[in-house]
């Protein structure tokens, strides 16, 4: 026999019990791991392993003078790493620690059952940090485990196998199930974060900002989040049509780019379009920003209930508040348009200026090209150096210092798109032509599956914009002169693959999996069940809420529906009467399942055996002792019920279910 069948067998119910209850903890801390410092995943595997080796070893519980201190230390490690010991992330750190150190104080059954439903609660803050399909997946798992570890503590006498246990368990599940569902689709809806704190909704998301800098982008690239998903009415435009507009940025100080100050909501803007129009309805993401995307240029303000948008002098959109939930919005942009033919004054100066002092190189090549009498030329001019010269597009550019603009231009040579949108915005300013620099995203991922594009943090991108006399504003991308295939195929195509587990090597591997092969099906199935979920379960706002109910209203406002409802009612009432009836006595049926039992085993019974003629046989039967002595309390009870004059005990149900436990 092996050493780990040997402890099995050595294993009380006690033991095995509180073991089951450290699996089932551990599954619902686990997921904490991905987001907690890393301090407190040690702390509660370490208590995990020695709660489990006190278990195994059978030895004492550490004194309360022990465990005082370390809590305290504990608490106040949480403080030094949050700050506080409010909001989400402290209040879940803390939580976390109290479950572990709570396993090294059960002294009492009340102690196990603060345990369970502590642990309970640890599964809602788990979805703080992810409401993804794997974590609803795995959060069943672990309320599956949970309940079941709570009945093991219930049962009296023989104890279930395991698998049936957990069986038990996900049955319970399963009956409130259909009240869980009622109260999500009717159970009034909050708007906004459920976990307190203003400052947690946003903790940790990445998103474009009011800003720009070397190196900015380039690290956004690296994340995969979604930013937001898009639903085309009629066909996708082609990718390097694909340009959803952001923040533009006007002011440079030398380093970083800002947007314009003091500009408020357009009133009116100088815009024509042609063409088909593109109507699009975006699904943004949380990411406590007030940017609201759309492709190159939007034609009419989306609608958010109760957080109105506005559009600006630059043709950005923004909500009135910070979009700290999902939310859902439709607009139409047109491709072919053009903006402000005719610059007033201010504007004009605004698009030129640059501070001085600064990037002098640069300044002595815009000398060179304001020879050139036509701006567009001027446009050219830059783009083919950019195109033609050794300039390299990369994840990974070198840091620039005070002249960044020269050092890019000529010395390092490579960089990121923003690297390549500011070096093209400052020579087109120093060079007389009014410009700006428009961050956003570029291109998305079209799941063939359910047509959803999905456009993630890693397609965020910086393009610049050129007026010139009689066409207004032009955009231009100077990436696309040097890596043109980053517009027609995204990040992954364009950058070296000189990192095999970095994005570039991501892309390789996806560029060698054919559209048809499994593996590819299969992905696209995933996201398309992921946007479904996003859609229909975790985008059940408030305002869809009370569209259902309205709806649900009128219609039972008709005849019909209620004459169906009663119909319904009534097959359900006589459905369930006749299967009662068919199952008959119920303590007849638990009496033949028992007979079906101990068939199993070898000892039928005769078809004119009575119960007592029954009992007789089995007591000198080769039987178990233990079952032995169950089968013959059964049969007595049985016996008692069925030929007895007193009436049956109430509980005579519930007495014969845990003998034939036994029996099993």
């Known amino acids: 026999m092996t050493k780990l069948g040997a402890m099995a067998q050595r294993l009380t119910r006690d033991k095995a019990d509180t073991l089951l209850l450290l699996g089932a903890a551990l599954l619902v801390l686990a997921p904490h791991a991905m987001h907690l410092p890393l301090w407190v995943s040690v702390a509660c595997g370490a208590t995990l392993l020695w709660r489990a ?140 974060p459920l976990w307190g704190l203003p400052g947690d909704a946003a903790n940790g998301r990445s998103g474009l900002s009011e800003s720009m800098a070397p190196g900015n982008l380039s690290s956004l690239a690296m994340s995969g989040e979604t930013a937001f998903r898009v639903s085309f009415d009629g066909p996708a435009p082609a990718p390097p049509q694909l340009y959803w507009r952001g923040v533009v940025l006007g002011e440079f100080d030398g380093r970083t780019w ?133 300039y390299v597009y990369t994840l990974q550019p070198p840091r620039l210092g005070r002249d960044s603009v020269d050092e890019f231009l000529y010395t390092t040579r490579a960089g990121f798109c923003e690297h390549y949108a500011s070096a093209f915005v400052f020579l087109m300013r120093a060079a007389g032509v009014p410009s700006r620099v428009v961050t956003g995203y570029q291109g998305g991922e079209l799941n063939p599956v359910d047509g959803v594009m999905t456009v993630r943090q890693s397609d965020a ?85 009370n569209t259902l109910l309205a709806g649900l209203h009128a219609a039972l406002a008709e005849w019909r529906v209620w004459a169906g409802i009663v119909l319904l009612l009534t097959l359900l009432f006589i459905g369930r009467a006749w299967r009662v009836r068919r199952q008959g006595d119920p303590i007849d049926a638990l009496y033949s399942a028992m007979c079906h039992q101990l068939g199993r085993q070898g000892f039928a019974r005769a078809a004119d055996e009575g119960p007592s003629a029954y009992a007789q046989r089995l007591s000198a039967s080769p039987i178990d002792p233990a079952k032995k002595a169950a089968s013959s309390r059964f049969l007595a009870l049985y016996s008692a019920y069925k030929y007895a004059a007193a009436a049956p005990d109430a509980r005579l149900a519930a007495t014969l279910k845990n003998l034939l436990n036994e029996l099993r």
């Open 258 to 390: 800002t947007r314009v100050q003091g500009q408020g909501a357009a009133s009116n803007i100088a815009l024509s379009v042609s063409g088909r129009p593109v109507r699009q309805q975006v699904t943004l993401e949380p990411g406590g920003k007030r940017w609201l995307f759309a492709l190159d240029v939007p034609v009419a303000l989306p609608q958010l209930a109760g957080n109105p948008a506005s559009v600006s002098p630059e043709l950005e959109l923004t909500a009135a508040r910070p979009i700290d939930e999902r939310v859902r919005y439709d607009v139409t942009s047109y491709l072919s348009y053009q903006v402000q033919p005719k610059l007033e004054l201010g504007d004009l100066v605004q698009s030129l200026m640059i501070p001085w002092g600064f990037n002098p190189r640069a300044r002595q090549a815009a000398d060179v090209l304001r020879r050139l009498p036509d701006p567009a030329r001027r446009v050219a001019a830059v783009l083919k150096m950019f195109r033609t010269e050794n």
């Open 461 to 545: 991108h910086a393009w610049a914009e050129v007026w010139l006399a009689g066409r207004g504003w032009v955009r231009v991308d100077p990436t696309a002169a040097v890596a043109p295939e980053r517009v027609r195929r995204g990040l992954a195509a364009a950058v070296p693959p000189s990192d095999p587990f970095g994005i570039a090597g991501l892309g390789s591997l996806i560029e060698g999996v054919s559209e048809n092969s499994v593996l590819a099906q299969l992905r696209n199935h995933w996201g398309a069940l992921n946007n479904n979920w996003s859609q229909w379960v975790l985008n059940y706002t408030p305002q869809r809420q």
């Open 53 to 192: 080796s006190i278990t195994f070893r059978g030895t004492r519980m550490p004194p309360g003078f022990l465990l005082l201190p370390v809590s305290l230390a504990a608490m106040g490690a949480v403080y030094a790493t949050y700050h506080t010991l409010l909001g989400r992330d402290a209040g879940v750190a803390m939580l976390v620690l109290l479950v572990a150190f709570k396993m090294l104080e059960m002294h009492a059954r009340r102690d196990l059952f603060v345990v369970i439903f502590l642990c309970f609660f640890l599964v809602l803050t788990n979805f703080f940090y992810s409401q993804s399909i794997a974590t609803a997946a795995a959060m069943i798992v672990s309320v599956i485990a949970l309940l079941t570890a709570q009945l093991s503590f219930q049962f009296t006498g023989a104890v279930p196998p395991l698998g049936r246990r957990l069986l038990i368990g996900a049955k319970i599940l399963a009956m409130g199930m259909p009240l869980a569902l009622l109260l999500f689709f009717v159970f009034p809806r909050i708007q906004g």
